[in-house]
């Protein structure tokens, strides 16, 4: 089974500091990809990205940004939090080829105070 | 642009009684549709998918979608609901050729009761 692993559960952070949120996954997939999760707005992207060191956004990428520097791990940063950022963030991978599903972490629950 | 509608925010169903769950999607060429339900404090599990072929697809727990290019809708089924099924559930489309980007619908809450 696939399994994306996001490293914290919950988080609570301060307005203005820097968060880093991390997942790795174990099936050498090609794509990773950042959701925010919100009641009433389901999953929004954030970025994703199709190969080590590439990155694209997605449709909300204000206030973001990401780093993969392997292709097993795709972190998301904010780098200054604000408390609009407080949400749920999700994870997902996928294979490089089109019809592929996405596989997803069981999520990060950031409280931003 | 692409886009996805779930009309029911909320939908409570009687346990053993049949659910259907709505999806409504915009998309300017044939789509690739997928339902994912999350579980309470769980990521998105995929149930199923449709690409092309038999629109009537069928996926796992017993569920299933038919794809009504008409209606342009791929509306999730399930002839009898049991009380494991209370989830979130979320419809998706993407593009059936170059990079999978999904876009998602809002999702609907099911409540089963006893």
């Known amino acids: 089974d696939v399994k994306v692993t996001q490293s914290s559960r919950y988080l609570v952070k301060r307005t203005g500091e820097k968060v880093f949120l991390e997942c790795v996954q174990d099936?050498?997939?090609?794509?990773m990809f950042w959701y925010r999760q919100d009641p009433g707005l389901g999953l929004r992207l954030i970025y994703f990205?199709?190969?080590?060191?590439?990155?694209e956004k997605g449709d909300i990428p204000e206030g973001y940004s990401v780093s993969r520097e392997k292709k097993e791990r795709f972190s998301l940063i904010l780098e200054s939090a604000s408390t609009n950022q407080t949400s749920m963030y999700l994870c997902?991978?996928?294979?490089?080829?089109?019809?592929?599903?996405?596989?997803f972490g069981n999520g990060t629950r950031l409280t931003v105070t | 642009a692409q886009s996805v509608t779930q009309p029911d925010i909320h939908i409570t169903v009687s346990e053993g009684a049949s659910l259907e769950l709505r999806c409504n999607y915009s998309?300017?060429?044939?789509?690739?549709l997928f339902w994912y339900v999350q579980s309470p404090g769980q990521g998105l599990q995929l149930l199923l998918k449709?690409?092309?072929?038999?629109?009537l697809v069928q996926g796992i727990k017993g569920f299933e979608a038919e794809f009504k290019r008409s209606q342009s809708s791929f509306n999730l089924r399930k002839p009898s609901v049991h009380w494991s099924d209370a989830a979130e559930y979320f419809c998706?489309?993407?593009?059936?050729?170059?990079?999978?980007?999904?876009?998602f619908g809002t999702g609907t809450r099911l409540l089963v009761s006893p």
């Open positions: 997902a991978s996928s294979k490089g080829s089109y019809n592929s599903p996405l596989h």
């Open positions: 099936m050498d997939h090609e794509n």
């Open positions: 449709y690409f092309s072929g038999d629109t």
């Open positions: 998309y300017g060429a044939t789509p690739y």
């Open positions: 998706a489309v993407g593009p059936n050729t170059g990079f999978q980007k999904l876009v």
């Open positions: 990205s199709y190969d080590v060191k590439m990155k």
